[in-house]
DNA sequence: ATGAAAGCGCTAACAT
DNA sequence: ATGTTAGCGCTTTCAT
């Protein structure tokens, strides 16, 4: 292939340019080094080539990828949880401002060989290992961090750049740097947007007890009921984020308690919610309102449009960057954690 | 940090084995050249050690990252389109089965300062080549061929090992291997299923003309409506992919034509004549059908649940990688294009 | 301000 | 079946 052939390396640029292979270096990573006029006349060899460093080379030197890793988890179906979309390219345009790439990986597969029973579950420390012994990246972000962070600890232990998106729920006095957004804060815009409408009943519909980030955004719900001095007795449903948990807790507590209101700790769960109400004839955003959790697509494009509270999460991937620039240039650290805060995208369900 | 220190290599597994650096090589890679004591003699040394061949240092070597370059685009909002996050993580797990990992990138930032002027329109081929150059890549998936896929000439014409994801619509002879869903079979499916259940005046709502994708599903209803001798005429709305048009086209429809199903481009169209039937009063799936096509979360999670085209993204995913890996081995690519069937994922809505 | 030498960790080619 | 030699393309160090 011509392209390998022909592909210039600091050498050819070098005898083009009629300096050594060294000025040619500096020209790209010490410009000041170089008297101006020797600069253009490299520059100008660099353009007419299309030379580009070998990276291979580059990180072999210095011992550094510029790469990101990444974890991905399996996408879950027939709920409304779509925030890596969004996350996701803001990380990658943040990465890449930052002269970085992202890596994307996964843990290990459970084996296709099902019956040799050594398909073994998936490790939370799993893929992280790997990538990080090889050196193809530099640091991680970590995003799973859910029921508390494994991976934190171990990466930590290990010395690993890396930030987590998410609160070291577990672990308080972990030192890593992280970014969350402020669950409880969304879930109090939530209840005083429907208090300022007139509803008194507020009821909640959330994760079983076990998750801190349900328990968090509940406790926006609970207090801020609380401190518009109004009852939340019995008006709490918990189970799993699954839109028929959403629409049997509706239907439950609609028959006992009459709430007037729903907040959700996120839109699958709302999804199951305006499901109920369509079930029993009622109108969202007219008979009974609903907030979701999350501001996915389907909150968007729904008929209503559903209320739904929204993690900014382009700004955490810009924190999130900007943190492992911090890190990884070996400068201070400004902040351990930083939490942001969400925003209500009102619609017709509310 | 005790991690760069300690980080053991060839040299040291040798030692540790007492074996040349060259044996330990050929023990990670050509393991049935060692005698099978000394092979379990340097395994042993690897394990004990800890050992992974640096990434940076093979990749010099051998001129290959084991890496696969992957365009985002802006996760497009107030649209159903979610596509990327299933196909993404598919991608992710191919590529890992096949030994690579998955590069993001994404086209340059038209810069922040709008005000200069020089802010460039996203080029096609931005990224593409500069990643090439620096050979950070092995090969590129290909995904954003909706408009004829100018990266594919780009490509192809540097001899870059690529597959599309989507056929090359402008380019009939494109050389490069590709793999697409077939998009008028699936929305075939959709008019024989409304069909079947007695529909007899079925509205097309989808893109304006100049979209081969677009004229490529609606083919599929206007053809199939024929097959079934019912007549289209002017039951068919174009639009853009907004849910607002959706909207706008189904009341104009329903006004005119007075159509009892309605056959979608896009999942984000059939939410905007979801929500006209909720302005008007009626039923979807009782007094009007309605399918979309991209099985999105949305469709899934939407009172009452989207008939919707679903496209088989996990195996798109895998006969991706299977012709990276062909190209990338040098091995016979079978076909250059492969087009698979979409199916049906039937809710409530017909 | 520019050049020469050394070496990052690995594998391909060639010995033995 | 194992060892030796060379070199991938770059940057770091040191000399000029």
Redesign the interface.
């Known amino acids: 292939?011509?392209?390998?052939e022909s592909?210039p390396t600091l050498a050819t640029v070098a005898a083009e340019a009629g300096v050594s292979r060294q000025t040619v270096s500096n020209a790209l990573n010490s410009p000041e080094l170089l008297r101006p006029e020797t600069l253009e006349r490299v520059q100008e060899a660099i353009g007419r080539l299309?030379?580009?460093?070998?990276?291979?080379?580059r990180?072999?030197r210095t011992?550094t990828?510029h790469?990101i890793g990444l974890r991905?988890e399996?996408?879950v179906?027939?709920?409304?949880?779509?925030l890596?979309?969004?996350f996701?390219?803001s990380l990658?345009?943040s990465t890449?401002?930052a002269g970085y790439?992202?890596?994307?990986?996964?843990g290990t597969?459970t084996g296709s060989d099902v019956s040799s029973g050594d398909a073994r579950p998936l490790d939370a420390v799993d893929g992280y290992d790997?990538l990080?012994?090889?050196?193809?990246v530099d640091a991680f972000v970590v995003t799973d961090t859910y029921r508390g962070n494994p991976q934190a600890a171990f990466l930590e232990e290990?010395?690993?750049p890396f930030v987590a998106f998410g609160r070291p729920w577990a672990e308080p006095h972990a030192r890593h740097p992280w970014v969350d957004v402020d669950g409880r804060a969304g879930v109090q815009l939530a209840v005083d947007h429907l208090v300022e409408r007139g509803h008194q009943r507020v009821a909640w519909v959330g994760w079983q007890k076990g998750s801190f980030i349900g328990e968090d955004r509940r406790s926006g719900w609970a207090d801020r009921m609380h401190d518009h001095t109004l009852s939340t007795s019995r008006l709490s449903a918990r189970g799993d984020d699954t839109?028929d948990f959403g629409r049997r807790a509706a239907h439950a507590l609609l028959d006992s308690e009459h709430p007037t209101a729903f907040v959700c700790a996120s839109?699958?769960l709302a999804?199951g919610v305006?499901?109920a109400l369509?079930e029993r004839g009622l109108r969202p955003g007219r008979d009974v309102a609903v907030v979701g959790f999350d501001d996915?697509?389907?909150a968007?494009?729904?008929?209503?449009g559903l209320t739904s509270v929204r993690q900014p999460l382009e700004q955490a991937a810009v924190e999130i960057v900007r943190l492992l620039g911090d890190l990884l240039g070996h400068r201070e650290v400004e902040h351990r954690g930083l939490t942001l805060t969400p925003t209500l995208s009102v619609r017709a369900s509310s």
Do not use: K, W
């Open positions: 292939m011509s392209r390998l592909a299309g030379y580009s460093p070998n990276r291979a080379a990180n072999l011992r990828s790469l991905i399996p996408a179906e027939d709920s409304a949880n779509a890596m979309d969004r996701l390219h990658v345009e890449r401002d790439h992202l890596l994307l990986f996964t597969e790997e990080l012994r090889s050196a193809a290990r010395g690993v839109l839109d699958t999804m305006l499901r369509d996915s697509l389907a968007q494009v729904c008929t209503p």
